[in-house]
């Protein structure tokens, strides 16, 4: 199989952990026979890319250009492509490959392939070996089982946060199978805090959100929220115990889970979307109560789209504030101090244009 017409790209990256993120030239390869070629209108900004750029996990491959909440326009399609045509909105999350053949990948779990997927950045190519580079740029190329559609009544910008924090907060609620009279706690109310009350409520839930900050209740009923309830305050904390079914832990630090293990019923779950980081020291006796503790990862390629199409019908968008490519490093800083309600969105016509 041979790539041709590879595509020159203006794209933002990091060289080293200590580089920032900034202008890069890069060269996309050209079209496989079952590859989409994608001009990319905006990408959102996750807490990941900021971490990934700095190495903070210990496994960057450098240069890397980050961004997988990807939304575009697809201008051309290898031979054999058969689900997208050129004019599409189109998508692309946190990965752009598996190997399809696995149980899971069987399963629409291709997020959990066996062989391991391919992240949209700083992974690796199954095919030819090359680094992958993400959204931060002016074009992209999927293979096109990966490549998503995104509804016509979506607006672009605030589609593109669906596809890393909407899909982490969509998943876990359809795995539990939420809706009219669950009740669920949504722990924190950033990126992905705000599109767990959103779809939650949605979905028909009792939704409550706990925070220590009471400042965060006026935005949690705004968001649509039924409840407030503030995690310092002991007697009210108390007073929930045993009566949610699940806790969304969107908290992004090191953190108790235990607090929130003591509201759940008997069979409730929490289920860790945020903390990717060693969990303090807990008694597993709070288990004893039949409780479930387990984590959650993104969505499969069906699950995926299934949140695009139901944001679409339900009109949930996240909130966002647009910025230029430039302006990178300040939108970084900012999210750093939870200066952000609640998810960045770089319109990439500024990079175009620069």
């Known amino acids: 199989m041979t790539a041709t017409n590879e595509y020159p790209t203006k794209a933002y990256g990091a060289t080293a952990p200590d580089s920032g993120v900034g202008p890069m030239d890069i060269t996309r390869r050209g079209l496989r026979e079952d590859d989409v070629l994608i001009e990319i209108s905006h990408c959102g900004i996750c807490h990941s890319d900021l971490h990934s750029a700095r190495n903070d996990w210990g496994f960057t491959t450098y240069p890397i250009v980050p961004g997988h909440e990807i939304v575009g326009t697809v ?55 090359s680094t992958t580079f993400g959204g931060y740029s002016e074009r992209i190329v999927c293979r096109e089982e990966f490549v998503l559609k995104v509804p016509d009544t979506l607006p672009m910008a605030e589609a593109a946060p669906l596809l890393c924090a909407g899909i982490t907060s969509y998943s876990p609620l359809r795995t539990w199978n939420v809706g009219p009279g669950s009740k669920v706690a949504v722990a924190g109310l950033g990126g992905l805090g705000h599109m767990g009350v959103k779809l939650a409520a949605a979905m028909g839930a009792e939704v409550t959100v706990l925070s220590r900050s009471e400042s965060k209740r006026e935005d949690a009923e705004m968001l649509g929220a039924h409840a407030f309830l503030n995690t310092t305050d002991k007697p009210a904390m108390k007073a929930k115990t045993g009566y949610f079914d699940m806790v969304l832990n969107t908290i992004p630090v090191r953190h108790d889970v235990t607090p929130y293990l003591n509201l759940l019923r008997i069979d409730g779950v929490q289920v860790l979307v945020g903390m990717i980081d060693m969990m303090p020291e807990m008694h597993s006796g709070v288990l004893l109560g039949r409780k479930v503790l387990t984590g959650s990862g993104i969505g499969g390629l069906a699950e995926t789209q299934e949140m695009l199409d139901f944001c679409a019908e339900n009109a949930i968008v996240p909130d966002i504030e647009t910025i230029a490519m430039e302006d990178i490093q300040t939108a970084y800083d900012r999210m750093e101090a939870s200066d952000i309600k609640y998810r960045f969105v770089i319109d990439m016509e500024s990079l175009r244009s620069s």
Request: proline share 0%; glycine share 12%; charged share 35%.
């Open 75 to 129: 201008s051309a399609v290898g031979d054999d492509v058969t689900r997208h045509k050129v004019g599409d909105r189109v998508a692309i999350g946190c990965m752009v490959d598996s190997c399809l053949e696995c149980a899971h990948c069987e399963e629409d779990l291709e997020q959990y392939c066996k062989q391991g997927m391919v992240g949209t950045y700083n992974g690796k190519d199954r095919r030819d070996g």
